[in-house]
């Protein structure tokens, strides 16, 4: 089963782990959709707000789960960069 309740549980579990790891997320906003240009791919799309900072990040895959994992490893690549602060200069 791709697509629908499996994705959005599995999305779900994820986004609250990333929230347990790091409690600066506040909010997030998920979409699924099919590329109108090229139909055999399929589109995560993740709006994750946190305090002071916002990320959007867009994937197409072969498959949601496929897109998904690849939102959800840049979101959290972005909040550890996000965590460990300001690069010294």
Same mark, same amino acid.
């Given at each position: 089963?791709?697509? /629908?309740? %499996? @994705?959005?549980?599995?999305?779900?579990?994820?986004?609250?782990?990333?929230?347990?790891?790091?409690?600066? *997320? $506040? /909010?997030? @906003? *998920?979409?699924?959709? *099919?590329?109108?240009?090229?139909?055999? $791919?399929?589109?995560? @799309?993740?709006?994750?707000?946190?305090?002071?900072q916002?990320?959007?990040?867009? $994937?197409?895959?072969?498959?949601?789960?496929? %897109?998904? @994992?690849?939102?959800?490893?840049?979101?959290?690549?972005?909040?550890?960069?996000?965590? %460990?602060g300001?690069?010294?200069?």
């Amino acid at each position: 089963m791709d697509g /629908g309740e %499996a @994705q959005e549980g599995y999305v779900r579990d994820k986004l609250l782990a990333l929230h347990r790891s790091y409690p600066a *997320v $506040r /909010g997030a @906003q *998920v979409d699924f959709y *099919v590329q109108g240009t090229n139909p055999g $791919r399929t589109t995560c @799309q993740i709006d994750l707000a946190t305090y002071g900072q916002s990320f959007r990040v867009r $994937r197409s895959a072969d498959t949601y789960r496929e %897109a998904a @994992q690849q939102v959800l490893a840049e979101l959290t690549a972005k909040l550890e960069k996000q965590a %460990a602060g300001p690069s010294p200069k």
